[in-house]
């Protein structure tokens, strides 16, 4: 994917995209204060992931001075995304970190990849999802899915799935203007699990 930075998304960035303070302190205070350095969240979600009764967090941050750095050029920096499951007393503990699965803001071409979709974060069950999606210039969603393995007790990859539109150039009138383009399924493999921690997708 090719990456294209223009004076106006750089401003929509800066207008939406900046971390809130909020997100942060919607989160249980052991969860806020393993944020790292630097970082402050982008969002969150919650879900019962090892079934033990306890409410574990998904979360998604960024680097603070992420639109200053991307205003002058820099290369967008990663999205860590941490996950932590409750133990006893309302403790928390990091379980997996993976810096690759939350696309840069710079990897969907003219959009943000993760802030332009309406969720960008989905958990269920002992399952979560990365929702990268963009839908300005070009138009795709690639949503990367773990669960918690009670076997490995670890998140593994689950599935991957890709799609794409593209414009119809058909021509015909009353014709849509976007056409289903590229479709890929990735599953996991039993037989080889990939820990969260371990994951990269292949751009």
């Known amino acids: 994917m090719k990456k294209y930075i223009h004076g106006t998304w750089i401003a929509a960035l800066a207008a939406i995209a900046i971390p809130s303070h909020a997100q942060e302190s919607a989160l249980p205070k052991d969860v806020a204060r393993q944020i790292p350095a630097g970082y402050a969240v982008m969002t969150?979600?919650?879900?019962?992931?090892?079934g033990d009764g306890k409410v574990d967090y998904v979360v998604v941050v960024s680097n603070?001075?992420?639109?200053t750095l991307l205003a002058h050029g820099s290369p967008a920096p990663k999205r860590p995304l941490l996950v932590f499951i409750q133990g006893?007393?309302?403790?928390?503990?990091?379980?997996s970190r993976n810096d690759e699965i939350v696309f840069a803001a710079d990897a969907g071409g003219q959009c943000d990849p993760f802030m332009d979709d309406a969720e960008g974060l989905a958990a269920k069950g002992s399952f979560f999802t990365v929702q990268n999606a963009v839908a300005c210039g070009e138009h795709w969603t690639d949503f990367i899915t773990f669960r918690y393995s009670t076997e490995l007790r670890h998140f593994v990859f689950h599935k991957r799935v890709f799609e794409s539109m593209i414009f119809n150039s058909s021509g015909e009138p009353g014709a849509d203007a976007?056409?289903?383009?590229?479709?890929s399924v990735t599953n996991a493999n039993k037989l080889k699990p990939i820990l969260l921690g371990s994951y990269v997708p292949n751009k």
């Open 44 to 50: 969150s979600k919650s879900s019962d992931f090892n």
């Open 64 to 67: 603070k001075n992420e639109a």
């Open 178 to 183: 976007l056409i289903p383009g590229k479709r």
């Open 88 to 95: 006893e007393g309302g403790r928390f503990s990091l379980e």
